[in-house]
């Protein structure tokens, strides 16, 4: 979806990479935005510093992980907000599993 969106953007590029072991030089970026992304890696503290090691000094990061246990929707659309709050799983999409995601936080 986002390489269709970008199409008509030649500057932007896709690319995969491990977030503990970026391809990029050190240095690399003025600015660099992560969404969602270190509560899926095992070893937060090796993708955090890969990260701070390919931004420039001085350069800017955004980091965005929310914690769904505390999130909070809020709709004008009342009758879709009830549909969506009594569904088996509330508002979370079940993972691949087809279970409901427990959005409870652990402690």
């Known amino acids: 979806m986002s390489r269709r969106r970008c199409a008509d953007q030649h500057w932007t590029e896709f690319q995969k990479a491990d977030a503990t072991k970026l391809p990029y030089p050190n240095d690399s970026f003025d600015a660099a935005v992560s969404t969602q992304v270190y509560e899926y890696v095992a070893d937060v503290s ?7 090691r390919v931004v420039r000094p001085g350069g800017r990061v955004v980091v965005v992980d929310t914690d769904y246990g505390s999130l909070v929707l809020n709709t004008d ?26 959005a409870t936080p652990q402690v």
């Open 46 to 52: 090796a993708a955090l510093t890969e990260l701070h």
């Open 77 to 102: 659309n009342g009758a879709r907000m009830e549909q969506l709050a009594r569904r088996p799983g509330g508002l979370f999409l079940p993972p691949a599993s087809g279970q409901p995601q427990d």
